[in-house]
């Protein structure tokens, strides 16, 4: 970035480079220096808006627990409308995968960070446990309506939902076809949570 361009959103900047740096080089290689070189900006950018560089981590994974939560906060609200599979797809892709990939590698990379966010936002919002709960919260509206067997484990649902979202951001999140497993996943888990509950509602189990 030349000399002298005003940076409008000088942390958002910082924290976009910092997700580049990670999916591109792994969590590891995460330093301040790594981000103000991919952000294009001098180093001391980054300390004028954080105290060091472990108070910049934490500023961006509470920002991105925040947004995650933020995106899926009306999933409850869906129930009833399209389809299951596509309601919870459409919540779990409404964080930009490059986000779902640097968060779930840094959080693995750092796990301390649970705690730093935790101080911020509360207890179980950092990183994918809310969306946990949204889907929860979806998927037992959407059985109360009787959109889903009165049999199916939502919470169990909505854990492997989640796991999915997890393991395919942790692994192979910089896939093109990553959004696409994501999707497919999660509409062979609700079609096997609606055939094994009616399945087992017929043989009497």
């Known amino acids: 970035m030349p000399r002298g361009v005003a940076i409008t959103e000088p942390r958002q900047h910082l924290f976009?480079?910092?997700?580049?740096?990670?999916?591109?080089?792994?969590?590891?290689?995460?330093?301040?220096?790594?981000?103000t070189r991919e952000a294009g900006v001098a180093t001391g950018l980054l300390f004028a808006h954080f105290a060091n560089f472990d108070d910049f981590l934490t500023g961006y994974a509470v920002d991105r627990s925040f947004q995650i939560a933020a995106n899926a906060a009306g999933l409850a609200e869906r129930a009833g409308?399209?389809?299951v599979d596509a309601n919870l797809s459409?919540?779990?892709?409404?964080?930009p995968m490059i986000t779902l990939v640097a968060v779930t590698r840094l959080f693995a990379y750092r796990p301390t960070l649970t705690e730093?966010?935790?101080?911020?936002?509360?207890?179980?919002?950092?990183?994918?446990?809310?969306?946990?709960?949204?889907?929860?919260g979806n998927l037992a509206a959407e059985?109360?309506?009787?959109?889903l067997p009165t049999?199916?484990?939502?919470?169990?649902l909505a854990v492997a939902v989640v796991g999915v979202l997890h393991h395919i951001a942790l692994t192979d999140g910089d896939d093109p076809a990553?959004?696409?497993?994501?999707?497919?996943?999660?509409?062979?888990?609700?079609?096997?949570?609606?055939?094994?509950?009616?399945?087992?509602?017929?043989d009497g189990s």
């Open 16 to 35: 976009a480079a910092a997700e580049r740096v990670i999916a591109a080089a792994g969590p590891s290689q995460l330093t301040s220096r790594a981000v």
């Open 143 to 147: 059985q109360h309506i009787g959109r």
């Open 90 to 95: 459409e919540a779990m892709l409404a964080t």
């Open 151 to 156: 049999a199916a484990d939502t919470e169990a």
């Open 81 to 83: 409308t399209g389809t």
């Open 116 to 136: 730093a966010v935790e101080a911020v936002l509360g207890s179980g919002n950092a990183a994918l446990p809310a969306l946990e709960r949204a889907v929860a």
């Open 178 to 202: 990553a959004a696409d497993r994501i999707r497919r996943a999660i509409t062979a888990l609700t079609t096997a949570t609606t055939v094994n509950a009616v399945a087992g509602r017929d």
